[in-house]
């Protein structure tokens, strides 16, 4: 029976890697419920509990990490653009087409509606304080929605302008700001009370706005990146060296931040956006919503149900350890083993016959042969080299891990005891 065990759980590896092979990535692909459509907005309240939502009501839901989605029951067949959920994840928004505002204090168990008495669009719904009760959203026709009573009644406010509005957020309970179609820029300092309209210095649509005290971070179409740091008084156009659209970016402090956008493009800045460096996604469908809570930890998603994650920022922390040139691949044991929350692996790397460097990918997987993390996937030179697993966010129990280098591949197998 064991042998039996081993042989499938090696079929599994095998087959699963060769499908990923090519990919090239430090974000991998989760797997959605099925039948999911396109996904608009992605939105984690910690590292395990998330949500997303997309065309034809959809509202999927994690407890995991994205490991298992599970369809909820929205209620209504209305596109939804944007979910949004405060620490307390019991209590949350989705809004969309036609007005749509679906509310929950249960987690999703179940959605109920509220009513924004527009028929246009709402693209952005956040909340701003504790326990709640202030919320806002933003939608086309200039409409600025505000609620003091967690959602009871939401009362339109002037927002200065006619133009489709497709992003907010706020740095505090009086502090906003709003972009959208055509570059258009809001702020607010008195709650929304009264909107300024402000000069971006772009005239390309404005799809997603992010702030970290003073600065901040609008993206949009044909690859528009602006940063500001003072607050949106000036706007400074940074280089994404893309003409795609980019639909959302978020960030993680005052330097670190990601964009992502159509076609499966991945940007991500570490020096405030001095230099932006293209991820590879590993898809070319158009990413619609990223959302980090750490600094290595994220998600994207996007059209066909798409959903992405990283455990490393999207970047490798694979470290060279040893100089000499090894005189075979190999594949070591992890140590410690069993281990928690984490352990390391050892791999060494030959010289490529036609080129000085070798692609390398090194993957975990759970017993089912599902992807759980990904620890390297780029071009080594040869050498010895070390990475860490965390296993912070995943239960106890057996897992594997297998490298591929040029023709080589192995695989081995480590216990996570928590």
């Not at 999927?60 to 369809?71: C, L, P, Q, V, Y």
């Not at 083993?337 to 016959?353: E, G, H, R, V």
Request: proline share 3%; aromatic share 14%.
């Amino acid at each position: 029976m064991k042998k039996i065990f081993s042989f499938t759980m090696l079929f599994l590896i095998l087959h699963s890697s060769f499908l990923i092979l090519n990919s090239r990535c430090q974000w991998f692909e989760q797997s959605p419920v099925p039948q999911v459509s396109n996904l608009k907005d992605v939105y984690f309240a910690n590292s395990s509990t998330g949500w997303a939502v997309g065309d034809n009501g959809t509202i999927i839901k994690t407890t995991n990490g994205g490991i298992n989605w599970t369809a909820q029951t929205s209620g209504t067949t209305m596109s939804l653009y944007s979910v949004y959920f405060p620490s307390n994840y019991n209590i949350g928004w989705t809004v969309g087409q036609n007005g749509v505002i679906r509310f929950t204090n249960n987690g999703g168990t179940s959605w109920t509606t509220q009513y924004s008495f527009t028929s246009q669009p709402l693209r952005s719904v956040i909340s701003t304080t504790h326990p709640y009760f202030i919320g806002y959203i933003v939608g086309y026709a200039g409409k600025i929605l505000k609620t003091t009573n967690q959602g009871v009644n939401w009362i339109s406010q002037t927002s200065g302008t006619i133009y489709q509005l497709y992003s907010m957020c706020f740095i505090n309970d009086n502090t906003g700001y709003v972009v959208g179609q055509e570059g258009v820029f809001l702020y607010t300092s008195n709650g929304g009370t009264t909107w300024a309209i402000r000069s971006s210095g772009t005239a390309n649509n404005l799809n997603s706005v992010i702030f970290y005290q003073n600065a901040g971070w609008a993206v949009g179409d044909s690859g528009t990146i602006l940063r500001t740091e003072n607050l949106g008084t000036n706007w400074v156009k940074q280089t994404s060296g893309t003409m795609l659209k980019l639909n959302s970016v978020k960030l993680f402090g005052t330097y670190t931040a990601w964009a992502v956008g159509n076609n499966g493009k991945t940007l991500k800045t570490t020096n405030g956006g001095i230099n932006w460096i293209s991820q590879t996604s590993g898809t070319n469908k158009h990413l619609q919503s990223v959302y980090f809570i750490t600094n290595n930890i994220g998600w994207a998603v996007g059209d066909n149900g798409t959903i992405l994650h990283t455990t490393n920022g999207g970047s490798s922390f694979v470290q060279k350890i040893g100089e000499e040139i090894p005189e075979k691949f190999s594949l070591y044991q992890n140590y410690p083993n069993p281990f928690n929350p984490s352990t390391k692996i050892k791999f060494s790397i030959l010289q490529d016959a036609r080129r000085k460097t070798q692609d390398v990918i090194l993957r975990v997987y759970d017993i089912l042969g599902k992807v759980v993390q990904v620890l390297v996937n780029e071009q080594l030179q040869p050498g010895i080299y070390e990475v860490t697993f965390d296993g912070t966010n995943i239960p106890s129990g057996i897992y594997f891990y297998k490298l591929f280098a040029g023709d080589f591949s192995d695989v081995k197998k480590l216990i996570l005891l928590k």
